[in-house]
C-alpha cells in the first residue's frame, strides 16, 4: 500500500512539473521523454522497417509512390509553415521528413515521430481520392505533431515506475526500449502505432485542419471515414489501422461537429495566409 501510494504522488508530481502543450488543440500532455531520446529509436525503426520490406517499397517512379509523396509534400509544407510561424519551430526542428508507399494488402498508414511516413498500397482502394489521402496523411501526421508517442510512452513509464527524462537514458534503458518496441510493434510483421482513443480523436481535429491548410476540403473526410467503415464491416476482422480507433459513429459525429472550424483554414489557400 506504501509503494501504491508513493508511486501515486510521484505521478502527480509528474504529471504537473512535465507537461507540454499540443499545438492547435491546446491541450496538457504528460511528456517525461525528449525528443532527442524518441526521435533515434523511430528513425531506426523506420530504417529497418524499409530494409525488412525493401522489395515491397514501391519506386519513386511509381506513378501511386508519385501521386502518395505529392499530398504528403503538400501536407508536410503546410505543416511547417504553420508550426514556424506559430511558435512551434522547436517541436518540428529535428525532423527528418520522409514519405514512402510500401505494397501491402493491409488497409494502413502511419507517421513515426520526426515525420517518418509510410502508406501501405491496400489503404488507396478506400482513399480513393487525393482529398481521401490527405486524411489519413494529415491524421497520421497529427499524431507525430501532437508527440502522442512520448505522451503514451510518459503514461507506461510512470506505472512501470521508470524515472524521468532526465534520469534515463531511453536508448540505453532496456525496460524504456521495450515500452518503444510495443507501443510500435517494432520486431512485428506490421509497424503499429498504439495510440489511445482520446489521442485518435484528437489526431483526427488536428488532421481535418492539417488537410486544409494544405487545399483539401476537410468536408471530404466524412466520406472517406464513412468507406473505411464499410471496408472494415467486409473483413473477417477490423483492419489495423482501426484496431484502438473511436467506433465509427464517434469520430464521424466528431468530424461533422469539426468541421466549420477547419473550413476556416481551408479558405485560408485561397490566397490568405495560414494561420
Known amino acids: 500500500m506504501k509503494k501504491i501510494l508513493i508511486i501515486g504522488v510521484t505521478a502527480i508530481g509528474l504529471a504537473f512539473s512535465s507537461c507540454s502543450t499540443v499545438p492547435l488543440t491546446g491541450r496538457s500532455r504528460l511528456n517525461l521523454v525528449s525528443d532527442d531520446q524518441v526521435l533515434p529509436m523511430a528513425f531506426q525503426a523506420y530504417s529497418e522497417f524499409l530494409t525488412e520490406n525493401k522489395t515491397a517499397v514501391l519506386p519513386t517512379t511509381n506513378a501511386q509512390a508519385q501521386r502518395v509523396k505529392r499530398i504528403g509534400n503538400s501536407l508536410i509544407l503546410s505543416v511547417k509553415s504553420y508550426m514556424n510561424n506559430n511558435g512551434y519551430a522547436d517541436l518540428i526542428k529535428d525532423y527528418k521528413w520522409e514519405v514512402n508507399v510500401v505494397e501491402n494488402k493491409e488497409m494502413n498508414a502511419w507517421c513515426m515521430p520526426g515525420g517518418k511516413i509510410v ?35 510518459s503514461q507506461q513509464m510512470v506505472t512501470q515506475g521508470i524515472g524521468a527524462a532526465g534520469n534515463v537514458a531511453l536508448s540505453k534503458n532496456s ?46 473526410a466524412i466520406a472517406f471515414w464513412q468507406r473505411m467503415a464499410a471496408a472494415a464491416q467486409g473483413s473477417q476482422k477490423p483492419p489495423e489501422f482501426l484496431s484502438t480507433h473511436p467506433s465509427d459513429a464517434t469520430r464521424i459525429a466528431q468530424i461533422q461537429r469539426i468541421i466549420p472550424e477547419a473550413q476556416k483554414y481551408f479558405k485560408s489557400t485561397t490566397g490568405k495566409p495560414i494561420k
Open 119 to 153: 502508406v501501405y498500397t491496400g489503404l488507396l482502394p478506400v482513399t480513393q481520392d487525393d482529398a481521401g489521402l490527405a486524411t489519413v496523411m494529415g491524421h497520421e501526421i497529427a499524431h507525430a505533431i501532437a508527440g502522442h508517442s512520448a505522451e503514451r510512452m
Open 175 to 220: 525496460k524504456t526500449q521495450s515500452i518503444f518496441n510495443t507501443l510500435y510493434g517494432v520486431g512485428t510483421p506490421l509497424v503499429m502505432l498504439n495510440y489511445s482513443r482520446n489521442q485518435e480523436l484528437e489526431a483526427d481535429r488536428m488532421g481535418l485542419i492539417f488537410m486544409a491548410m494544405a487545399g483539401y476540403n476537410p468536408q471530404s
